[in-house]
């Protein structure tokens, strides 16, 4: 994408004239790598990637019961931005679980997320929003356990647990 749009404007060169039409995106382009903020122009263009955003997880624990319907929220989604999320464990033999989806709202909510193929473990999402410019947000994260595992090897000893536990 950001090569075609190069040579887009390099075409302006065979008229005499070194002409960069889409010198916006070849700003954002080195602005990503040197940070600086010298080169901002008049035009208002968007090379700001989203920001601000936030995740939450909305389940505490993930168990037998709802691990076909992990499901977090976005806060704070720039409108019309593209959200892409991956969850995986530190098993590197299993698959991580990915996505993606727009934008319309700015409180974005994925549901149904399946990570039954994931191992017990400390789960991890990771989050960006990329806008319509192809500014990439900051990937944010958020980790939940996993643990499918009935309880087991326990006595009678656990209510007295629970109920102190639940205090
Ligand atoms: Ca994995």
């Known amino acids: 994408m950001w090569l075609l749009k190069k040579k887009d404007a390099s075409v302006e060169i065979g008229n ?4 960069y039409k889409n010198d916006d995106l070849i700003e954002s382009e ?10 901002d122009k008049d035009k208002p263009k968007d090379t700001t990637p989203p920001q601000n955003y936030e995740i939450t997880i909305d389940q505490s624990l993930i168990h037998m019961n709802n691990q076909l319907e992990l499901s977090f929220k976005i806060l704070n989604a720039e409108l019309g931005s593209t959200y892409y999320y991956e969850i995986d464990d ?7 679980i990915s ?16 990570v039954s193929s994931l191992i017990d473990d400390t789960l991890m999402l990771k989050v960006y929003l990329m806008d319509a410019k192809q500014n990439k947000g ?3 994260t958020e980790t939940i356990e996993k643990d499918t595992t009935a309880p087991s090897g326990y006595t009678v000893g656990i209510d007295q647990e629970k ?4 205090k």
Do not use: Y
């Open 16 to 19: 005499g004239e070194v002409t």
């Open 30 to 39: 080195s602005d990503t790598s040197s940070g600086s903020s010298k080169k």
């Open 90 to 96: 530190t098993d590197e033999t299993t698959t991580k």
């Open 99 to 114: 996505g993606n989806g727009s934008s319309s709202l700015s409180t974005v909510a994925v549901t149904d997320v399946d």
């Open 138 to 140: 900051a990937v944010e």
């Open 163 to 166: 109920n102190h536990q639940s």
